[in-house]
């Protein structure tokens, strides 16, 4: 791939993938490549439709789990300072697609913004959060990225900069028409609030999700979505018996069912067997069908 060498960002080869995702979990990848900015991007995806050469996107792996064979192909993270962006400007937020949550919420603390605190806890990056509406459920109340997004900038397949506005997202839970978009950066309205009473609701999303997260051992958080509002896929797991259920180095967490840890080296191949057999039970017992919350590429 001598095209390669024209490119800004950089590019490495043979990169084990395990190093990016929480799961610690992955192949290699032929090719990862980071771009220097929106031109480096659609300079790359344009040589690699004109090659014949598959790609993938990831942001901050938290929602992935990856072959042990890795990706045949290129793997691109929108990692640079250029994809790393924030401004704040009369209450709309502007901010590139590699930033991570948790970075996005120390930011956005010291500026007395509110309505972001609901992502509290949540490790991945704001691109990967726009497209699968991040986003958390407390006392029946759902709180969701499609709340608080204005606009969001996206590279489609053609290589052309789109901005959608509101009416032209589509959300769901864990869902979005995002998907077959590249995310470049996402604009969120927010609201004014003072410190003392952001950080008391920081605090509360905080401790409810340590309260039911398994955080002792890699993973990538909940596995399966709920089939309701009313109905956890974690509780239809427990009520199967499956806490703590092996294969492999890989074990549904004692804490919470919806959770699959790496306790021992897992291949991606423990990390199936599980969520097949959790998928497997909970149709046998209660007529119910899980959907995967997180991306598999195999």
Not at 44 to 55: D, E, F, H
Not at 60 to 79: A, C, E, M, P, R
Not at 205 to 232: E, H, T, W
Not at 246 to 259: C, E, Q, T, V
Request: hydrophobic share 40%.
């Amino acid at each position: 791939m001598v095209w390669l060498e024209n490119l800004k960002g950089r590019v490495r080869f043979k990169e084990p993938l395990s190093k990016y995702t929480s799961f610690k979990i992955g192949g290699a990848a032929s090719v990862l490549f980071e771009p220097k900015d929106t031109e480096d991007l659609i300079n790359c995806l344009r040589q690699a439709k004109k090659n014949k050469i598959p790609y993938l996107v990831i942001g901050n792996g938290t929602n992935l789990l990856i072959s042990d064979k890795g990706f045949k192909g290129i793997v691109i993270k929108l990692t640079s300072p250029f994809f790393k962006r924030i401004s704040l400007k009369n209450n709309i937020l502007t901010v590139g697609a590699g930033v991570g949550v948790p970075q996005l919420i120390k930011y956005l603390t010291k500026t007395k913004s509110s309505g972001y605190e609901f992502l509290t806890g949540i490790p991945g990056s704001i691109g990967g959060a726009a497209v699968m509406n991040a986003g958390v459920t407390v006392d029946n109340k759902r709180w969701e990225m499609s709340d608080i997004i204005d606009k969001v900038g996206v590279l489609n397949k053609r290589g052309q900069i789109l901005n959608l506005s509101k009416r032209k997202l589509k959300f769901g839970y864990r869902k979005s028409n995002l998907k077959k978009y590249i995310i470049l950066e996402v604009r969120l309205k927010l609201n004014r609030d003072d410190k003392k009473s952001i950080r008391s609701r920081i605090e509360y999303f905080l401790s409810c999700r340590n309260m039911r997260q398994d955080i002792s051992k890699p993973s990538a958080g909940c596995i399966f979505k709920n089939p309701s509002v009313y109905l956890s896929a974690g509780a239809l797991i427990d009520r199967c018996g499956l806490k703590g259920r092996r294969f492999g180095g890989a074990m549904i967490s004692h804490k919470h069912a919806n959770f699959i840890l790496n306790f021992n080296r897992a291949t991606a191949n423990d990390v199936v067997k599980l969520i097949q057999l959790a998928k497997r039970k909970v149709r046998n017992n209660f007529g119910i069908g899980l959907t995967e919350e997180i991306k598999i590429v195999f």
